[in-house]
């Protein structure tokens, strides 16, 4: 390595408190993440908020770092902000933590940062905060990247409010994030379009809530997927869900690489898809509004008596099977 | 590895978004971190809570994970509601994220998640969201832990109203953190007792606020230590502040190994050491509260209208030299 190329990458001296770690906030951080809050306030940001808050976080360690739809910049996002989201509160501060290893090239961590500037637009959340370590080469791979984010709530989506009868609904076809890592991983070229569904969801509950959508549960079905979202309120509702099969949206290409691998769709991780519950009554106006952002978005399912604490899923041939909470390592480093 | 010590060890699936991981938030972090909010609520916590608030994020990564005197359990607590006590805020709710590395024993994450228990309780702050990764061997060091929080301010410290006069106070004697880790990693049998000096700080900062006096500005010296606290406040702030090299106190174990090594005790890593600028009338009762909690707490130095944005160290002789901003690696992986 040259004197020039060691120039173009993260050192230990970056994440040392001194001088370097200065420059890389004021150059790179500052400029990219740049608002009155993060660049007035010291090591803590001041907030002007009302209660009730929401107050989430998640680390990010996705491998690769790049995949078709997105990167770890746009998910470390995207995450938080759908975390928010998804408590029915406004998606507006975040605070963002990266662990940097040794030797990073700032090419790759400004085209990081400036994905992660791209998608807080999309939602108008702002980094308020931030702290970098950087740790010696081999004592991380690349980049870690944790989001936390408080906001404001204007709704209370709980499983706690969902009752017999209630309508399930997902926002979009599932399966997608799991399957093109996966897919990325094997080093297939893949024809078709199989992307990642990696995206920031604020406009879709905001959509849901402005229209007056008594919104019951909510949740994004990442990791353990769309088995796991409904799994959880099952058991912790003590109620039944009963799933049709056949209306849950799974694209060809997300369903052909679960027959090659093995792997069951709805237990795949999304990025950007989310299960609601709603009063049936107001199921087909929720549907209509969520296919305003997607057309796969489809009513899938009803909260039942039976089956106390279990997904049941239906095929159209009449046949019944448990839709099981996921099992074991699954797709590591999915997000 | 015999099956049985696979089982006893951190897995891939513990961090999958299925059965596993569940069962490891509900039997380990459930159980020492339990608090309503936590467990009555689903991925965010929801808080009642009135602004102004403050709001910080920091990862920890030290290394070695055990030192005399702490370990990262307890400086992941520590580092993240001081950094909210230095704002002003009552130190209220935490979120925290693990990134474990497969294999990481069962052992050592209770021992670490409950060392972060022990610590909570010195301050009352409770955690009320969280987030589980694991990656694959050689991904990651043992484990990072992200503490995110979130409190209500109760003051506005701040080095904007730092004014001339003011005299600099530090709440301790300063580099034992830094001295400490560079000790174990040396792996030197110290005699003495070189302990870092890692510590939940609100109780100190409290009793001033409680007292009424009036804290200007006010900064844990974490990475960079003394240095790099001070060089900041007069940079921003564009005054000079003049300290008295022979008035900073620095135990005789961390002057010796800093001699030994070649460090300046000021730029060393402190977790648990504060500095404050308060009205020159309020110096010796700030001194007096600070004392209740360490002896060794001195008055060090005064915001001066010389030496603009510098940071300059009297000798008892009468010479002077700046005390720069420090620069290069430091130690990694300090905190």
């Given at each position: 390595?040259?004197?020039?190329?060691?120039?173009?990458?993260?050192?230990?001296?970056?994440?040392?408190?001194?001088?370097?770690?200065?420059?890389?906030?004021?150059?790179?951080?500052?400029?990219?993440?740049?608002?009155?809050?993060?660049?007035?306030?010291?090591?803590?940001?001041?907030?002007?908020?009302?209660?009730?808050?929401?107050?989430?976080?998640?680390?990010?360690?996705?491998?690769?770092?790049?995949?078709?739809?997105?990167?770890?910049?746009?998910?470390?996002?995207?995450?938080?902000?759908?975390?928010?989201?998804?408590?029915?509160?406004?998606?507006?501060?975040?605070?963002?933590?990266?662990?940097?290893?040794?030797?990073?090239?700032?090419?790759?961590?400004?085209?990081?940062?400036?994905?992660?500037?791209?998608?807080?637009?999309?939602?108008?959340?702002?980094?308020?905060?931030?702290?970098?370590?950087?740790?010696?080469?081999?004592?991380?791979?690349?980049?870690?990247?944790?989001?936390?984010?408080?906001?404001?709530?204007?709704?209370?989506?709980?499983?706690?409010?969902?009752?017999?009868?209630?309508?399930?609904?997902?926002?979009?076809?599932?399966?997608?994030?799991?399957?093109?890592?996966?897919?990325?991983?094997?080093?297939?070229?893949?024809?078709?379009?199989?992307?990642?569904?990696?995206?920031?969801?604020?406009?879709?509950?905001?959509?849901?809530?402005?229209?007056?959508?008594?919104?019951?549960?909510?949740?994004?079905?990442?990791?353990?997927?769309?088995?796991?979202?409904?799994?959880?309120?099952?058991?912790?509702?003590?109620?039944?869900?009963?799933?049709?099969?056949?209306?849950?949206?799974?694209?060809?290409?997300?369903?052909?690489?679960?027959?090659?691998?093995?792997?069951?769709?709805?237990?795949?991780?999304n990025e950007g898809t989310?299960?609601?519950?709603?009063?049936?009554?107001?199921?087909?106006?929720?549907?209509?509004?969520?296919?305003?952002?997607?057309?796969?978005?489809a009513i899938i399912g009803?909260?039942?008596?039976?089956?106390?604490?279990?997904?049941?899923?239906?095929?159209?041939?009449?046949?019944?099977?448990?839709?099981?909470?996921?099992?074991?390592?699954?797709?590591?480093?999915?997000?």
């Amino acid at each position: 390595m040259t004197a020039t190329d060691n120039k173009r990458r993260i050192q230990l001296s970056h994440g040392g408190g001194g001088v370097e770690m200065n420059e890389l906030i004021r150059k790179l951080f500052f400029k990219y993440f740049s608002n009155e809050i993060l660049i007035r306030d010291e090591d803590a940001a001041r907030l002007d908020l009302q209660g009730p808050l929401a107050f989430t976080t998640d680390s990010f360690t996705v491998s690769p770092r790049q995949f078709k739809g997105g990167d770890l910049g746009k998910i470390a996002v995207a995450g938080t902000v759908n975390d928010l989201a998804m408590a029915g509160a406004i998606p507006q501060y975040l605070s963002c933590g990266f662990i940097i290893e040794e030797g990073l090239t700032f090419a790759e961590l400004e085209s990081l940062v400036k994905s992660m500037a791209e998608e807080l637009e999309k939602s108008g959340a702002r980094i308020v905060c931030g702290d970098t370590k950087v740790v010696p080469k081999g004592a991380a791979d690349g980049i870690f990247i944790n989001t936390s984010g408080v906001g404001q709530c204007i709704a209370s989506p709980s499983w706690k409010q969902l009752e017999v009868g209630d309508r399930i609904l997902v926002s979009r076809d599932v399966g997608r994030h799991g399957a093109c890592i996966l897919a990325s991983r094997e080093g297939m070229v893949l024809e078709g379009d199989l992307a990642s569904d990696c995206a920031t969801l604020w406009d879709d509950v905001k959509r849901l809530l402005d229209a007056g959508i008594e919104v019951r549960a909510m949740r994004d079905a990442t990791r353990g997927g769309l088995a796991a979202v409904l799994n959880e309120w099952a058991a912790s509702r003590e109620l039944g869900i009963q799933v049709q099969q056949d209306q849950v949206p799974i694209a060809d290409e997300v369903q052909g690489l679960c027959e090659l691998f093995g792997f069951e769709p709805m237990e795949l991780a999304n990025e950007g898809t989310f299960v609601l519950g709603v009063p049936a009554d107001q199921a087909d106006q929720a549907l209509a509004l969520l296919r305003q952002g997607q057309q796969s978005a489809a009513i899938i399912g009803t909260v039942v008596e039976q089956h106390l604490g279990k997904v049941v899923l239906s095929s159209p041939w009449g046949s019944q099977r448990y839709l099981e909470l996921p099992k074991g390592e699954l797709l590591p480093r999915i997000c």
